[in-house]
């Protein structure tokens, strides 16, 4: 399976409960379209929230995130990572 990151914008103020409770809710349906979600980091200030993953595709990983409430903006493959 291939990498993915994605980023969420507009999530300005979030805290790390938001967070956490934000990466559970995509954890607790992951695996109805063969994704996993790593890791997750937020920068409260900006508000964007960044999310790694494997996934078969981009599109998988958008559909967890969009059927628990926070569509990404962007998901990106993950060609190389060290």
């Known amino acids: 399976m ?3 990151m994605d980023v969420h914008t507009g999530m ?3 805290t790390a409960e ?3 409770e934000a990466h559970e809710a995509d954890l607790a349906i ?3 379209e063969g994704v996993h ?4 980091w937020a920068d409260p200030e900006s508000g964007i ?5 494997e996934a ?3 599109e998988a990983v958008q559909r967890i995130h969009e059927r628990t409430g926070h569509k990404a903006d962007e998901v990106h ?3 190389l990572s060290i």
């Open 2 to 4: 291939a990498q993915f």
């Open 12 to 14: 300005k103020g979030i």
């Open 18 to 20: 938001q967070l956490r």
């Open 30 to 32: 992951e695996k109805e």
């Open 37 to 40: 979600f790593e890791r997750a």
């Open 49 to 53: 929230v960044y999310c790694l993953s």
């Open 56 to 58: 078969p595709s981009a």
């Open 77 to 79: 493959k993950v060609p």
